[in-house]
């Protein structure tokens, strides 16, 4: 024991403690420096059928009941798909669940839209309502029927079905020029149903042949006519719009790493995607509803405008710059859509943001590109936990800053960073309250162009099928992919033909991480552009009031053949636009309401005359689309009767066939 | 007592343990801020050039006569600044020295200038000679401030001595405006002040009404007198002025510090005074065929300069937009840019250059780097600019060839930077900077050779910055355009940062570069990269002109003089310059002697177009690549 209180280290104990003391505070310093990152999860919510509507020209019939979650694509339910086709393209429709079909649901109907799955189980009862309906001069879109549809469909099933490849030919479909070789690249998904060999239409039934064998094929039943889609129409255009399961992408739930949206497309891989593939098959389909009679629906975009152009600015880093291009943009008569981070944007920004009329969304950061969005726990300069903010408190910090008469409604992933299945994401971002989400388009100055098939937004379906509660609005073109040739080229398309809304996304710190001279001159020219070609350049906020007050808006109309009279009544809803305001009436803001399209030509004849309300409206006053296959006219918000009458044929005019 | 000695007898091992902790500390404590050390800059010898090619003009420098004057900045001679004056104004050149000064050199010139370090001490045989040649009109001797038996002979008598002026009080036919700009302008000159002027002379140029630039004639020829301190005159334009012992005053210097002209001026001084004597004064008296010193019939040049040490390979975002525009640019970009060999790539594609932004050691941009034992490294110094080469060699796969100081700072050493960069093989500086207002404070556009303090030339030019990053202040740059394409034919030099539109894409700034290709275009200005510049001016050094005035025969249908010149043109995109007037006769045609028909010979007509140079007006007419020979006719009154 004496030995030991004169040991070295005995004397030096208390220097030894103060050492391993110092070293330990030093040990605890490095270790509590970098605080512990706690990832955080966000609730999801599932689709849900969005309510019916009792009134429209057309009617779509969908399921009763959901259909099992689906664990791969063919499992799929696309019945929806008819929705979104429907909704992009008419506006006013109606639906129904097939249970609630009867005479008086079918009666002042033009078209009933039968989607797969509601074919295959229709009741013999349904089956013969709807016959009925075609021989009293209806019109009929079967998508893949059973034998029990025998009687009206064009041809029986029988064979095995195989999966649909290529459109082999379009004869039957009259069309000509550019638009035939598009149509012909259009990609298909799902499988094809056997048919017998048709001649094409009007020698034979066959207005497309998939594969060699009529894809699609027209019956006159009685006074009515039945198209036949031996492939699936909804599916094909949900795989182009909503992307399809590759090796890449699992369509189950997962645990692999996220995939920048660009890897979900179902079109082959290139880098330029000039056409709008999903939105020209269901325009193929639907449009040729008006060869039998002229059926009229709400444009797509407010007055006459061709098409729509949204410029974005994600702001990762700083609130400040994304709102300086918003400012731009302001200044240039029009209005930017910004996403906002939640731990940069602040009340004094959306004050400006709602000085210059900017649209505020939210950039739900992911880490990527920069650092997650955390709250830390701890006492003073020791902060050991980092928790990262999950989408839902991303939401609320953004949307307590602004005011309440503009509550977020629209985001952006960040990189487009998208859980790698069919719908996580969406349910994530649809739980969060939002309602438009633009993350779906191409990865820099990789691609350019409709990826996902379409410029315009569309409900995602769930496993099941269902439609979730919000839209995803695809971008055409993103940071160094942007130049002003690109976007003139796209909005000359859109002009003369594919109507579509054109969303650019410039982060604003772009000329940092990716510069490009085209970054800066599409930022310049992009606002000319849109009014050289007549495009409505708007924010994806207004963009999505204006859509949801079209929906909201109804439209009936009556097709006298006798006196070749279209009679078209309307009750038009419209919403608060700044850009339209500021274009017509800079003092008074002005309603973006849809315009009333109608057919161009009925049976080879152009249009004699048109009143709205009963006042003429001269021929000249009423735009034509780019297409030329509808004239636009500019109607006010309200009730309104539209009468338009077609010139009569020479005295040796064709028969009327679709 | 036990207790105390028990004690005690460990106080070595306690000393130890507080030691190792406190050095533990300590070494912590400066591995994370380490201690900085200096580093000396590297240094090259200057050089004597000699070029032998006859020509028109010989320049005579006198080497050693530069190596003896006096070290101090007003002292030395600086009479190697003929010879940037001389190539910029003409072009080919003879570099001769009193002992390579042969008779076949001066067979074949049309002009010797005399430089001062010859010309104060001029051996009497040369002298004879020259009077010989001078006085059958063969040569046209220029004399700058000359002593001894020239000045007896040609010059003022001197008898007042050196005397500084502040104005040019007097020229003579020079065009406005720039005689205004000319006589308006602060310069500092050191002229030999005389008390009358010479019989006979006709003065050219006067300072603080003292005659500084005068001709005498003899016999068939002239004689000029250049009785101011040229070369001190045109090194303090362009290279800056220092204190006499050549350091700066400043203990942080700028580049702006090296200038000598006032923030924002609008007016090259230097070049129009090197101008005026070259083709005001020489050119009036002796025919003088130069090359117009831009390419493909411009009005003048604009440089484009990017700086970045951000963007990396996306620092080369502002080249592809020029490339669409037809036009090339340089970027110089640090070693810390992430920069490599495939930004290069995309570069040369874009036909761009790429240069060292160099992060001069001892300013807040200097790259530190520490070292020590292991991974205790408790010093820290400054990357070298020889690391910075080698980095930037081994990143980008090239050895950079043009450079520029990160941040405009300079060292108290006037040249040093020069020295530095010459010695690792940098040939082209851009670091003269204007600070925050555009316009031509080191009084030219144009490279300039650097001199060392010893008056002898570096390996390297000095190119100007005229129109720097976010000019405040100063001429717009549409105006710069626009007294270049009228009168002042300048090289350009616009510096930008590719980074500059990285916090966020500014469209206005944006739209106003995007302008300047347009404005370039209507000012035709040509909008070029740095290197490609040079390499113009390298071949236009390279070529040759010889000129003999001939009298023209009657059934040229013209009586008075004719020029024939004959060129050797490197390049298919250069110009020859000539006077207008000669001798009291004017211009009338030029054709070109050798076109052939078929089988003959014959000549053809060729197209001139007249030009004010700086006030002065000259006629231009452009070349074929190879040789031309060119008969100039002038036309009595």
């Known amino acids: 024991m004496s030995r030991n209180r004169t040991s070295v280290i005995y004397a030096l104990r208390w220097d030894l403690t103060a050492v391993l003391v110092l070293i330990m505070l030093a040990g605890a310093y490095w270790w509590l420096k970098e605080p512990t990152l706690r990832l955080a999860g966000s609730d999801t919510i599932s689709g849900s059928r969005p309510p019916d509507r009792a009134e429209g020209d057309i009617l779509l019939l969908l399921p009763d009941s959901p259909s099992a979650t689906a664990s791969n694509f063919d499992e799929l339910d696309c019945s929806y798909g008819w929705f979104n086709s429907l909704w992009q393209e008419y506006g006013s429709f109606a639906t129904a669940l097939t249970r609630d079909l009867s005479p008086e649901i079918l009666a002042g109907r033009s078209v009933v839209i039968v989607p797969s799955r509601v074919a295959r189980n229709m009741p013999t009862a349904g089956v013969r309502a709807i016959g009925d309906f075609a021989k009293r001069g209806g019109q009929v879109i079967l998508e893949q029927p059973n034998d029990a549809w025998l009687a009206v469909a064009a041809s029986t099933l029988t064979g095995k079905p195989r999966r649909a490849q290529h459109i082999t030919s379009i004869e039957g479909l009259g069309v000509h020029g550019d638009l ?80 920048h949206a660009s890897l979900r497309r179902s079109q082959p891989d290139t880098t330029e995607f000039p056409v709008p593939y999903a939105d020209l098959l269901e325009r193929a389909v639907l449009q040729r509803l008006s060869v039998v009679r002229p059926i009229p629906r709400l444009w797509l975009y407010p007055g006459n405008y061709a098409g729509a152009m949204v410029m974005t600015h994600p702001a990762p880093d700083a609130s400040r710059s994304g709102l300086a291009l918003a400012d731009a943009a302001h200044r240039a008569g029009a209005s930017a859509t910004v996403f906002m981070t939640a731990d940069l944007f602040t009340s004094k920004d959306a004050t400006f943001a709602e000085s210059i009329g900017a649209d505020v969304g939210l950039l739900w950061v992911r880490g990527k590109r920069r650092e997650l969005v955390l709250e830390t726990v701890g006492i003073g300069p020791l902060q050991p936990i980092a928790n990262e903010l999950d989408l839902n408190t991303q939401f609320t910090r953004v949307n307590i800053a602004l005011p309440e008469a503009r509550p977020l409604r629209v985001a952006r992933v960040e990189e487009s960073a998208w859980a790698n299945d069919w719908s ?235 | 007592m036990n207790f105390r000695r028990s004690k005690n007898s460990h106080l070595p091992w306690r000393t130890a343990l507080w030691f190792v902790v406190i050095l533990a500390i300590v070494l912590v404590f400066l591995n ?197 301190d040229f070369g001190e005159f045109m090194v303090s334009s362009q290279q800056g002025r220092p204190r006499e012992d050549f350091s700066l005053a400043s203990t942080t210097p700028s580049t702006t510090d090296l200038a000598v002209y006032g923030p924002g001026n609008r007016f090259p001084v230097a070049d129009t005074v090197e101008r005026y004597l070259i083709h005001g004064v020489i050119g009036r008296l002796t025919p003088l065929p130069t090359f117009w010193p831009f390419p493909s019939g411009s009005e003048g040049v604009i440089v484009s300069l990017h700086t970045d040490r951000v ?54 941009d200097a790259l530190m780097e520490s070292f020590g034992l292991g991974p205790i490294r408790p010093f820290a110094r400054p990357r070298t600019l020889e690391s910075q080469v080698s980095d930037f060699e081994k990143n980008v796969g090239i050895k950079p060839i043009a450079a520029q100081v990160a941040g405009n700072v300079w060292t108290t050493d006037w040249v040093a930077p020069l020295r530095a960069m010459s010695s690792q093989g940098i040939r082209l500086d851009f670091s003269y900077s204007p600070g925050g207002a555009s316009g031509y404070r080191f009084g030219t556009g144009f490279p300039f050779l650097a001199l060392d303090e010893s008056g002898l030339p570096l390996s390297i030019r000095v190119l100007p910055i005229v129109v720097p990053q976010d000019a405040g202040e100063g001429p717009t740059t549409p105006e710069l355009l626009t007294t270049s394409a009228a009168v002042d034919h300048q090289v350009i030099t616009i510096a930008s940062r590719p980074a500059s539109f990285a916090d966020f894409p500014d469209i ?25 510049f040079d390499s113009f001016l390298r071949s236009r050094r390279a070529s040759s002109v010889h000129t003999r005035v001939l009298t023209s025969s009657s059934d040229e249908g013209v009586s008075g003089l004719v020029l024939r010149v004959t060129v050797e043109s490197k390049r298919g995109d250069l110009e020859l310059t000539f ?16 076109n052939r028909v078929g089988d003959e010979l014959v000549s053809g007509e060729l197209e001139t177009s007249q030009t004010n140079y700086s006030g002065l007006s000259l006629r231009r007419v452009k070349l074929d690549s190879g040789f031309n020979t060119l008969d100039l006719y002038f036309e009595a009154p």
């Open chain 1, 180 to 259: 035939r070789e598009q149509i012909a690249g259009i990609p298909l998904t799902g499988v094809l149903m056997p048919a017998p060999a048709a001649a094409p239409f009007p020698e034979g039934a066959s207005i497309m042949d998939i594969d060699d064998q009529p894809g699609w094929a027209v019956t006159q039943v009685g006074e009515g006519w039945v198209h036949t889609l031996y492939f699936n129409l909804g599916c094909s255009v949900t795989a182009l719009q909503q992307g399809l399961p590759t090796r890449d992408m699992v369509f189950g739930k997962d645990d692999k790493p996220e995939i």
């Open chain 1, 424 to 658: 996580t994401t969406f349910q994530q971002l649809a739980a969060a309250r939002l309602r438009l989400d633009s993350s779906f388009g191409p990865k820099g100055g990789t691609s350019w162009g409709y990826l996902f098939g379409t410029g315009f937004p569309f409900y995602p379906l769930d496993e099941r099928g269902l439609p979730l509660p919000l839209v995803e609005q695809p971008y055409v073109m993103e940071g160094s992919g942007a130049s002003p040739q690109r976007l003139e080229s796209m909005l000359r398309g859109s002009a003369q033909g594919f109507h579509q809304s054109i969303v650019v996304s410039i982060s604003s710190d772009i000329m940092r991480y990716d510069p490009a001279p085209g970054v800066l001159l599409t930022l310049r020219d992009a606002f000319t552009l849109a009014k050289k070609h007549n495009h409505w350049a708007t924010s994806l906020g207004e963009l999505l009031d204006f859509l949801a007050a079209r929906r909201k808006s109804v439209l009936t109309s009556q097709w006298s053949a006798e006196e070749r009279r279209l009679t078209i009544t309307v009750n038009l809803l419209g919403t608060q636009s700044d850009r339209v305001a500021a274009e017509e009436n800079p003092e008074k803001p002005k309603d973006a309401t849809a315009g009333v399209a109608f057919p161009r030509v009925f049976d080879g004849e152009e249009v004699e005359s048109v009143t709205l309300d009963q006042q003429d409206v001269p021929l000249k006053e009423i735009a034509t689309t780019g297409s030329s296959t509808d004239r636009i006219l500019i109607v006010p918000p309200g009730r309104h009767t539209i009468v338009v009458h077609y010139k009569s044929p020479a005295p040796a005019a064709a028969l009327i066939a679709p």
């Open chain 2, 32 to 228: 994370r801020t380490p201690l900085a050390v200096d580093v000396e800059l590297p240094a090259e010898e200057p050089v004597e050039l000699t070029r032998d090619t006859p020509s028109d003009v010989v320049v005579v420098i006198d080497w050693q006569a530069v190596r003896n004057s006096p070290a101090t900045f007003s002292g030395r001679d600086f009479s190697a600044a003929w010879i940037n004056t001389l190539e910029q104004e003409i072009g080919p050149i003879t570099i001769a020295t009193p002992t390579t000064l042969t008779a076949r050199v001066l067979d074949e010139a049309r002009v010797i200038i005399l430089t001062s370090s010859v010309a104060q001490n001029i051996p009497d045989g040369i002298t004879k000679t020259l009077r010989d040649y001078a006085l059958a009109g063969k040569l046209l001797i220029v004399a700058e401030r000359p002593a001894g038996e020239l000045r007896e002979k040609f010059g003022a008598n001197g008898r007042v001595g050196l005397q500084r002026g502040r104005k040019f009080s007097w020229v003579r036919d020079l065009g406005e405006p720039t005689r205004a700009n000319l006589l308006d302008a602060d310069v500092d000159v050191e002229f030999v002040g005389s008390t009358t002027p010479k019989e006979n002379a006709t003065t050219w140029l006067s300072v603080d009404g003292a005659p500084v630039v005068y001709s005498v004639p003899i016999g068939e020829g002239s004689i000029v007198v250049v009785d101011f």
């Open chain 2, 311 to 364: 963007l990396g390979n996306g620092g080369a975002w502002m080249l592809r937009y020029e490339a669409s525009r037809e036009a090339t640019s340089t970027l110089l970009t640090s070693i810390d840019s992430g920069f490599d060999a495939q930004g290069y790539e995309l570069v040369n594609k874009l036909s761009g250059e790429v240069g060292l932004l160099w992060l001069m050691q001892n300013s807040d």
């Open chain 2, 508 to 532: 206005p700034k944006f739209e106003s570069w995007v302008e300047l290709f347009d404005q370039a275009s209507t000012q035709k200005h040509r909008i070029m990269s740095a290197g490609s």
């Open chain 2, 579 to 594: 006077p207008n007037e000669l001798r009291g006769h004017t211009f009338s045609k030029a054709r070109q002697k050798v």
